[in-house]
């Protein structure tokens, strides 16, 4: 079973506890717009139906009813504690080898992105994961674990991996020598030169003691979060793509199969014209370094609340649902990531007045659509209701870009 659906609305909760507390003691570690960011990915995650574990367990349930390999027995608590280990062992070196080889940097590098360290970043995921992460954990499949205690033991992973993203929890003592704590997880995701490359576990930090990985958060060395060569952007399409981009681009400069190879499974760092950009391993100067932070109105701001709440309920209620059919389903899907587009330029600073309007005609057309061909009456009330708010935005939103 997979428990991250169910364990979704905890983390919203648990994210408004979390800003609600910053503020009370004033140490918030929440922006609008970076915050709007990771949960736009997050629900992007969610809406394409990748938020669960991803294809992997279909894949294993598919091979081990077809071939009928021999498998652990479930109704054992020997068979879910080895597995829980087992998969934390794999997951270490999916996660290691995801920032040291350039293909698989290319998925992980979405989660990295914030230039914040809280709750929301937990939740800022990769959409491509699902197409390679799998392959890491064949090993499991072949020493017999089932897969229905495969995708469980991995959801309880993650979840356990949300409550280590937050600034506010010091070190844990005698935990921290066993288990991934906020404190050594803090140190992964900061890119100074002394932590890059840092504390790989999900659960274990172990691992990282083992091989040779382990650095313990520094006392005179205050972590910067991010990625080297940032995006300077918060369009999560961008965000997604920008390695695979860097990656079509490293392959044009020698088309050979062996470049394409190369390429692809090059360290995070390599390309063929001694260019590191878009890396772990390129350049940081602690002292030049600046959010991407631009200053908009509150207005926008708003704006952008009123899009994450819509596409959060979208992604959180109405798919899970069932009530959309497949094509319905891809449609909103295209519709939601044009909505993140726009709104991210938004935040971006950027003039996006025409291409919002012509969004919500496109929004529209569809709308009426949804009227004659009588989908679920009101679904086609709710995206009523969702036209209106927009459309009184706009006049307001034309009057921000011109101020």
């Given at each position: 079973?997979?428990?991250?659906?169910?364990?979704?609305?905890?983390?919203?909760?648990?994210?408004?506890?979390?800003?609600?507390?910053?503020?009370?003691?004033?140490?918030?570690?929440?922006?609008?717009?970076?915050?709007?960011?990771?949960?736009?990915?997050g629900s992007l995650r969610g809406t394409s139906g990748i938020l669960k574990i991803g294809i992997g367990g279909t894949i294993f349930y598919i091979i081990e009813t077809e071939f009928s390999l021999w498998r652990m027995d479930?109704?054992?608590?020997?068979?879910?504690?080895?597995?829980?280990?087992?998969?934390?062992?794999?997951?270490?070196?999916?996660?290691?080898?995801?920032?040291?080889?350039?293909?698989?940097?290319?998925?992980?590098?979405?989660?990295?992105?914030?230039?914040?360290?809280?709750?929301?970043t937990a939740l800022r995921q990769t959409g491509t994961g699902f197409l390679i992460t799998w392959?890491?954990?064949?090993?499991?499949?072949?020493?017999?674990?089932?897969?229905?205690?495969?995708?469980?033991?991995?959801?309880?992973?993650?979840?356990?991996?949300?409550?280590?993203?937050?600034?506010?929890?010091?070190?844990?003592?005698?935990?921290?020598?066993?288990?991934?704590?906020?404190?050594n997880h803090r140190v992964h995701h900061a890119i100074n030169d002394e932590?890059?490359?840092?504390?790989?576990?999900?659960?274990?930090?172990?691992?990282?003691?083992?091989?040779?990985?382990?650095?313990?958060?520094?006392?005179?060395?205050?972590?910067?979060?991010?990625?080297?060569?940032?995006?300077?952007?918060?369009?999560?399409?961008?965000?997604?793509?920008?390695?695979?981009?860097?990656?079509?681009?490293?392959?044009?400069?020698?088309?050979?199969?062996?470049?394409?190879?190369?390429?692809?499974?090059?360290?995070?760092?390599?390309s063929p014209d001694g260019s590191k950009h878009g890396s772990t391993k390129e350049a940081f100067n602690k002292q030049e370094f600046k959010k991407h932070d631009p200053k908009v109105s509150s207005v926008i701001s708003i704006y952008a609340l009123l899009q994450l709440l819509v596409l959060s309920s979208i992604s959180v209620v109405l798919y899970p649902s069932g009530l959309l059919g497949y094509f319905e389903g891809v449609v909103l899907l295209l519709m939601i990531i044009l909505t993140m587009y726009c709104t991210s330029r938004w935040l971006d600073g950027k003039s996006n007045l025409i291409l919002e309007i012509g969004r919500i005609g496109l929004f529209m057309i569809i709308g009426m659509l949804m009227f004659l061909i009588d989908l679920e009456i009101y679904l086609t009330y709710g995206l009523a209701l969702y036209l209106l708010l927009n459309l009184?935005?706009?006049?307001?939103l034309s009057k921000a870009v011109s101020n």
């Open positions: 079973m997979d428990y991250v659906a169910l364990a979704v609305p905890f983390f919203l909760l648990a994210i408004l506890v979390e800003l609600i507390y910053g503020w009370a003691i004033k140490k918030n570690t929440y922006r609008i717009n970076d915050t709007v960011s990771s949960l736009f990915m479930d109704t054992n608590i020997l068979t879910w504690v080895f597995a829980f280990v087992a998969y934390d062992f794999f997951y270490y070196w999916f996660h290691r080898i995801s920032h040291e080889r350039q293909i698989f940097w290319a998925s992980h590098v979405a989660h990295h992105q914030s230039e914040e360290y809280n709750l929301s392959v890491f954990y064949i090993p499991l499949f072949v020493i017999g674990v089932p897969s229905y205690v495969f995708v469980s033991v991995a959801s309880i992973n993650l979840i356990y991996q949300f409550w280590v993203h937050t600034k506010h929890i010091g070190k844990l003592g005698f935990y921290e020598l066993i288990f991934v704590t906020p404190s932590y890059v490359d840092k504390n790989y576990g999900g659960v274990f930090i172990i691992w990282d003691r083992l091989f040779g990985t382990f650095q313990e958060e520094l006392e005179d060395e205050e972590c910067v979060y991010g990625i080297r060569g940032p995006i300077k952007t918060f369009n999560p399409v961008w965000a997604n793509l920008h390695i695979y981009f860097k990656i079509l681009q490293d392959m044009k400069m020698e088309i050979t199969s062996g470049n394409f190879f190369r390429v692809l499974i090059a360290r995070t760092g390599w009184i935005f706009i006049p307001f």
